[in-house]
């Protein structure tokens, strides 16, 4: 099983960045997915989740309104829309996959089962 989180880089205050999560070795459709992020001395945290129907959606109060999670299960892949981006969005961004039940759509904080190699995202000021 892999994850492959890309679409990081370096962005100015207020650009976009698009990630993605491309995932392969595993029925993506049975499984939510977490985007993640930490930054350099801090915890990991939870950025946004989609159950693995898209049927429910969450995001941490910080990002609500600028990011938007996404996912193709026909490509295996899923998406995170970044928008109006700030320094404090400034961390290793990653992607995991929960397997789960079709009506378990509950976001999970740190228990996933699969986890990608993260993703950097620098935005300056």
């Known amino acids: 099983v892999q994850l492959q989180a890309s679409g990081g880089g370096l962005v100015q205050a207020g650009d976009s960045l698009r990630l993605s999560c491309a995932a392969s070795g595993l029925t993506f459709s049975r499984y939510a997915v977490g985007w993640f992020r930490q930054a350099p001395g801090k915890e990991r945290e939870l950025v946004a989740f989609?159950?693995?129907?898209?049927?429910?959606?969450y995001y941490r109060d910080s990002v609500k309104g600028r990011f938007t999670i996404s996912r193709d299960n026909a490509k295996k892949a899923a998406y995170l829309q970044m928008n109006d981006l700030g320094p404090e969005d400034t961390a290793v961004y990653y992607c995991?996959?929960?397997?789960?039940?079709?009506?378990?759509?509950?976001?999970?904080?740190?228990?996933?089962?699969?986890w990608g190699r993260g993703t950097q995202v620098t935005v300056s000021s």
């Open positions: 989609i159950a693995r129907s898209a049927s429910s959606t």
């Open positions: 995991a996959a929960d397997h789960r039940i079709l009506s378990d759509d509950r976001p999970s904080f740190g228990d996933y089962d699969y």
